[in-house]
């Protein structure tokens, strides 16, 4: 899920969650795609 909302928000390029942490340092940003994350999830059923 957490993969699905980062591909959503910066493109199908993104390869791991791993490599998009390294690429993107900020917590903001990590915390703001738990958040997508979880949304998704939710709308999901899941």
């Known amino acids: 899920m957490l993969l699905d909302a980062i591909r959503r928000q ?3 390029d993104v ?4 490599s ?3 690429a993107h340092g900020s917590a903001r940003v990590a915390v703001r795609i738990v958040d997508q994350a979880a949304g998704l999830a939710d709308a999901r059923g899941l």
């Open 20 to 22: 998009f942490n390294d």
């Open 15 to 18: 390869d791991s969650v791993p």
């Open 10 to 12: 910066f493109g199908g």
